[in-house]
């Protein structure tokens, strides 16, 4: 298929690029590298440097690569904490963005849509793990938007029959050889586990061991990136067949913070000094995914479940790109 990628010099939709390339799909990358790296995109693929906000860029892309069979939904502002500062660069410019690519993807004809949502969609769940007809009641502004771009896909699917997927990740971590997670600032904890282990940085900050969970410390569902791209892949490739739907990601094991510095220690041999510090507000103790729905359908399984690989993975990459992609840019 010909598929649009918005966001591919990023992390995720970088990676997943390449894979979808490697299965023999043509690939057109929108970013306008606002976190994004040159770097990052395949050679093999198109590049369009443009920013959702511009309408007429948009226009202009879609004439001059018609026949588009489907799009990747992956550019975004995503830092939970910066949007409970600046709540308009999401509930708005995210908004409006995924609407302006809706709008023109639904004049020229695409008919399939892979939205990348977030575990942030379930701020307080009932149950553990958390299945997708959990209540959705989101931690953020950034979560309030992936749950209103979910509503603007509803519709879509009714008004324009555009069948769409919405994957709910959990924690995406874990790099290839050749791509890996480069953002400024970072946020992501095994990135920034890695940089201590590479002498970036004195030391890891854990927010809070009060929470009630076996140490006292958040738990997550780490999943790979890897796995992630699958996902999209599966996704795209059954929603003719099966229709729109919305699915949770994750491993459906978690991890606390402490174990994950703690396999940080045991794969890179640093010692990796931490500091604890008072919780962050709007953290939930855990956040566990059931990709029950996932595996039955789709027959989605992951590869680099393990904690410990997904860090080698990490590391593997960080050590070959101490300073990101500025060491190959
Ligand atoms: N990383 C995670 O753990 C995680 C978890 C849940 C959901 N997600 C979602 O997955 C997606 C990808 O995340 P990521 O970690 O790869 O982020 P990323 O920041 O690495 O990638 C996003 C890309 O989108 C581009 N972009 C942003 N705004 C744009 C705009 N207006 N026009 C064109 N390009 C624009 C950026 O330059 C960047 O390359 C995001 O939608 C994010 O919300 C990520």
């Not at 992501?188 to 140490?215: E, N």
Request: with cysteine.
């Amino acid at each position: 298929m010909k598929v649009l990628v918005t966001g591919g010099a990023g992390y995720i939709g970088s990676i997943t690029s390449a894979e979808l390339l490697a299965a023999g799909h043509e690939v057109i990358v929108l970013d306008n590298l606002y976190q994004g790296h040159r770097a990052a995109v395949p050679p093999e693929a198109t590049f369009v440097e443009a920013d959702l906000a511009d309408r007429g860029a948009l226009a202009r892309l879609f004439a001059e690569h018609p026949g588009i069979d489907g799009i990747m939904h992956f550019a975004s502002y995503t830092l939970v904490g910066e949007s409970m500062e600046k709540p308009f660069l999401y509930l708005r410019d995210n908004v409006v963005n995924a609407a302006n690519l809706l709008e023109a993807a639904a004049a020229n004809g695409v008919e399939r849509f892979i939205l990348s949502s977030t575990a942030n969609l379930f701020d307080d769940p009932e149950r553990m793990p958390i299945a997708e007809d959990e209540r959705i009641v989101p931690g953020s502004p950034y979560g309030e938007s992936k749950a209103m771009i979910e509503r603007l896909l509803h519709w879509m699917e009714r008004v324009h029959g555009m069948r769409y997927t919405a994957l709910r990740y959990f924690n995406a971590c874990g790099d290839t050889p050749g791509r890996g997670e480069d953002h400024d600032p970072e946020t992501h904890l095994i990135p920034l586990v890695l940089q201590v282990a590479l002498g970036q940085r004195d030391h890891i900050s854990i927010f809070g061991d009060d929470y009630p969970t076996r140490d006292g410390t958040c738990v997550r569902d780490y999943v790979h990136v890897l796995d992630l791209a699958q996902a999209h892949i599966l996704a795209l490739g059954a929603l003719d067949e099966r229709g729109s739907s919305r699915y949770n990601i994750g491993n459906g094991e978690g991890y606390t913070v402490l174990e994950v510095i703690e396999t940080a220690r045991k794969v890179t041999g640093h010692p990796i000094p931490s500091i604890v510090g008072p919780r962050r507000p709007g953290d939930p103790a855990t956040l566990i995914a059931s990709s029950d729905a996932l595996r039955r359908d789709l027959g989605w399984a992951p590869r680099h479940p393990k904690l410990e690989d997904i860090m080698a993975s990490a590391w593997a990459w960080h050590q070959s790109h101490p300073h990101g992609y500025a060491d190959s840019e």
